[in-house]
């Protein structure tokens, strides 16, 4: 969102972001789990990439190009995932929420740690803990609204 304050013939342009912390009381972990099957998308592609490069493998301005774009989409998606997660465990769930989901704050610190953990490896078996993780606060987040949503993955 961009908001433009004219003051004395300048014009001041203010760069804000918002959610949350707000009272729109739209959540959804959706937006979570997209990051977090990029996350895991990337780094099968990544653990994958050289052995679809041929003879040059590591070497190649392609394969260089191609790695580094799947590094910086990893890690971005999974940037996205932690700030998605993050707001769903400051702003939607309340102390009330811990009397009927006691792991909340665990499951919600170790996805968090997930997250980086994702960005700084190239770890198949933390993008699929990432994902797991991914699917235990979607439960919980359905549960605590009182209604079933299945799990389901775009990819």
Partial sequence: MKE???KNDEILLVDGHAHCDGPCGVYDPASARVAAEAVQSMTKKMNTLESNHGD??????????????????????AQKCKDELLVLWTDFFKPQHLESIPN?????????????ACKAEVSEQ??????????????????????????????
């Fill in 4 to 6: 433009t304050n004219i």
């Fill in 104 to 116: 909340l704050h665990d499951t919600f610190w170790q996805a968090a740690k997930l997250c980086s």
């Fill in 56 to 77: 040059s493998g590591g070497n190649s301005a392609a394969y260089i190009n191609t790695m580094s774009r799947y590094a910086a989409i990893k890690e971005e998606e």
């Fill in 126 to 155: 933390h993008a699929q803990e990432l994902m797991d993780a991914v699917e235990a606060i979607h439960n919980m987040f359905w549960a605590a609204k009182g209604r079933e949503v299945p799990w389901i993955r775009a990819s």
